[in-house]
């Protein structure tokens, strides 16, 4: 059984940090793709991440370049989102998700629960 659990979050000031992390089991971790996805409340899905197999490619979208950094240790079988700079923008639920292909990013078959990023002075 494929299981992502998230955890790290929590209430942060503005211009704080934090690093979320995803534990992955039940499929190897190493050969998939790997993205962080939020929720905004009251908004749609937003792809914030995305990071390849071996973590040498990595892609962010515009809005957190510069502040957020997607990693991965495929050891432990962890994706990781260390956030820095954070913005109240920033508060969402985040959410690992495992890509379908290692080529064409985007598409997700597995979801983790989330966990919830507040910022907020």
């Known amino acids: 059984e494929v299981q992502l659990v998230e955890s790290g979050g929590g209430l942060v000031q503005p211009g704080g940090s934090l690093r979320l992390s995803c534990a992955a089991s039940?499929?190897?971790?190493?050969?998939?793709?790997m993205s962080w996805v939020r929720q905004a409340p009251g908004k749609g899905l937003e792809w914030v991440s995305a990071?390849?197999?071996?973590?040498?490619?990595?892609s962010n979208v515009d809005s957190v370049k510069g502040r957020f950094t997607i990693s991965r240790d495929n050891a432990k079988n962890t994706l990781y989102l260390q956030m820095s700079s954070l913005k109240p923008e920033d508060t969402a639920v985040y959410y690992c998700?495992?890509?379908?292909?290692?080529?064409?990013?985007?598409?997700?078959?597995?979801w983790g629960q989330g966990t919830q990023v507040t910022v907020s002075s």
């Open positions: 998700a495992k890509e379908v292909t290692e080529v064409t990013w985007g598409e997700y078959d597995y």
């Open positions: 039940g499929f190897t971790f190493s050969i998939y793709a």
């Open positions: 990071i390849d197999s071996g973590g040498g490619r990595t």
